[in-house]
């Protein structure tokens, strides 16, 4: 026999609101500003299996909601089974994080959230602090791939197998600068600063964050997954 959680009448209104949220899924969503604040831990959660419908947890629900809420575009996207042991289970396509971001592809709904807050409140003020202008895109190495770590032949799959990471390599500004990690992690002192402020403010929001100094797979890239407990590298 299940039994209903009882809920708290905030927490009732908006699970239901993000269960009204799912019959509109055929169609990009529109969302306004969040705090900007990095969301609550939450204990990991069985995803879907592949072969139902997407966003049926009342968990992706409320990401999708939160997504909404914070004035994202997106769409959300139908579980797959890539084959391999690669998956994308409760996965959206950003479409408008308030910045124009490259090579982006299927995003676990929780990655998503916190990339776009990322974004919103972290790359747009330090752009602005550190070079005095404002970021126009964000250049990123992808998000979905079928392969192990390290792109290795062997090994444990990465998390860009699931759509749960993502590898940014640098910021394109208003001015024509670009901002690369590939130098300029050790590069001019305003491109160390930014980028490092950027490195620990992701810390904040990502289950792991690994950079330049991390190992020299990663000096031209942070990758950014929703996987471990705060591991920041």
């Known amino acids: 026999m299940l039994f209903a959680p009882i809920l708290k009448p905030r927490t009732l209104l908006a699970v239901t ?7 509109c899924f055929g169609a990009p969503d529109v969302m306004k500003k969040d705090s900007g604040n990095r969301p609550a831990a939450s204990k990991p959660t069985r995803p879907q299996p592949v072969g139902t419908p997407s966003f049926t947890s009342a968990e992706a629900q409320q990401c999708a909601f939160d997504l909404q809420q914070a004035g994202v575009r997106f769409t959300p996207l139908p579980n ?6 690669c998956t994308s ?43 005095g202008t ?20 062997s090994g444990r799959l990465s998390q860009h197998a699931y759509s749960n990471a993502i590898d940014v390599s640098g910021f394109v500004l208003a001015d024509g600068r670009r901002i690369l990690l590939d130098g300029g992690w050790k590069g001019d002192l305003a491109s160390q600063d930014f980028l490092r402020a950027l ?35």
Not at 17 to 23: D, E, R, V
Not at 80 to 85: E, I, L
């Open 17 to 23: 609101a993000a269960l009204a949220l799912s019959a």
């Open 80 to 85: 797959q089974d890539h084959g391999g042991g």
């Open 89 to 131: 289970i409760d996965s959206v396509k950003l479409l408008d994080v308030g910045v124009p971001v490259s090579g982006l592809g299927p995003m676990t709904c929780p990655l998503a959230r916190n990339f776009s807050a990322w974004a919103q409140f972290a790359v747009k003020p330090a752009a602005r602090r550190y070079f």
């Open 134 to 153: 404002e970021v126009v895109k964000i250049e990123t190495f992808g998000t979905y791939s079928c392969r192990n770590i390290y792109g290795g032949r």
């Open 199 to 233: 490195h620990k403010s992701a810390c904040r929001r990502f289950g792991t964050v690994l950079g330049p100094d991390y190992n020299a797979a990663h000096h031209d890239h942070f990758h950014f997954d929703m996987s471990g407990n705060g591991y920041c590298r």
